[in-house]
């Protein structure tokens, strides 16, 4: 009998207090209710994390690296397959096809997800492990970038006299001024604080008064 496949997509990454430098990876049931979070370490929720804010590093990092060689030898990633739990580890393959091959490798969850996001490959989840770790939530619990600090610290001090209730560290910036911030950290490879810009960035769409406001907060 054929096991089911219930496919996934990334919903986000939170952090977690479980274990120090340790995130989780939320992974969200397509068309369905269920949500599945998979411990995994700073290093792989950077990785995870670039591709979701949108940032291109200035070099290149492995999981790009093996993305670009796939692609200059024609091999397609077809799917990421979660298909194990033991102990608290997720296992997965990785499926290639190379239009005369279908081959199958193992691969850390984290490392399987990261290539998948790079190259819009579905991801599948076992209906066991649904069963066994999954649970239901009625709204999205917020979701924190790797690299943000709990205390809402950050290596890169705000603005003196930052309005009240803002949480970033760049709210005081021009949008001019964070593109450039977020060119120099992408160019020095500090992609925690580049999300973090990125972030504010995103956060500002759709209003154009802003940069106004802005300036005038800081002409006193």
Request: a negative charge.
């Given at each position: 009998m054929q096991e089911q496949k219930i496919q996934v997509r990334v919903m986000g990454i939170s952090y977690t207090q479980l274990k120090t430098g340790a995130y989780a990876l939320l992974l969200a049931q397509v068309d369905g209710p269920y949500r599945v979070p998979i411990?995994?370490?700073d290093q792989e929720a950077q990785a995870i994390a670039l591709v979701l804010e949108g940032i291109v590093p200035a070099r290149p990092i492995t999981h790009d690296l093996f993305v670009s060689f796939a692609k200059a030898f024609d091999i397609r990633i077809t799917e990421v397959y979660i298909y194990k739990f033991?102990?608290?580890i997720f296992y997965s393959r990785l499926h290639f096809d190379d239009g005369l091959r279908h081959v199958t490798v193992d691969s850390r969850t984290s490392d399987?997800?990261?290539i998948a996001i790079r190259t819009n490959a579905p991801i599948y989840i076992s209906r066991q492990i649904i069963d066994e770790t999954g649970f239901i939530i009625d709204s999205d619990s917020q979701l924190i970038r790797p690299g943000a600090d709990t205390d809402e610290s950050h290596s890169d001090e705000p603005r003196q006299d930052e309005p009240p209730g803002t949480s970033s560290a760049y709210s005081r910036y021009?949008?001019?001024?964070?593109?450039r911030k977020l060119e120099a950290l992408t160019e020095c490879e500090d992609y925690e604080g580049a999300a973090m810009v990125k972030a504010e960035i995103d956060r500002r769409k759709g209003d154009p008064h802003i940069d106004d406001d802005i300036n005038a907060a800081n002409a006193y």
């Amino acid at each position: 009998m054929q096991e089911q496949k219930i496919q996934v997509r990334v919903m986000g990454i939170s952090y977690t207090q479980l274990k120090t430098g340790a995130y989780a990876l939320l992974l969200a049931q397509v068309d369905g209710p269920y949500r599945v979070p998979i411990i995994i370490g700073d290093q792989e929720a950077q990785a995870i994390a670039l591709v979701l804010e949108g940032i291109v590093p200035a070099r290149p990092i492995t999981h790009d690296l093996f993305v670009s060689f796939a692609k200059a030898f024609d091999i397609r990633i077809t799917e990421v397959y979660i298909y194990k739990f033991d102990n608290g580890i997720f296992y997965s393959r990785l499926h290639f096809d190379d239009g005369l091959r279908h081959v199958t490798v193992d691969s850390r969850t984290s490392d399987a997800i990261a290539i998948a996001i790079r190259t819009n490959a579905p991801i599948y989840i076992s209906r066991q492990i649904i069963d066994e770790t999954g649970f239901i939530i009625d709204s999205d619990s917020q979701l924190i970038r790797p690299g943000a600090d709990t205390d809402e610290s950050h290596s890169d001090e705000p603005r003196q006299d930052e309005p009240p209730g803002t949480s970033s560290a760049y709210s005081r910036y021009t949008t001019d001024e964070l593109y450039r911030k977020l060119e120099a950290l992408t160019e020095c490879e500090d992609y925690e604080g580049a999300a973090m810009v990125k972030a504010e960035i995103d956060r500002r769409k759709g209003d154009p008064h802003i940069d106004d406001d802005i300036n005038a907060a800081n002409a006193y």
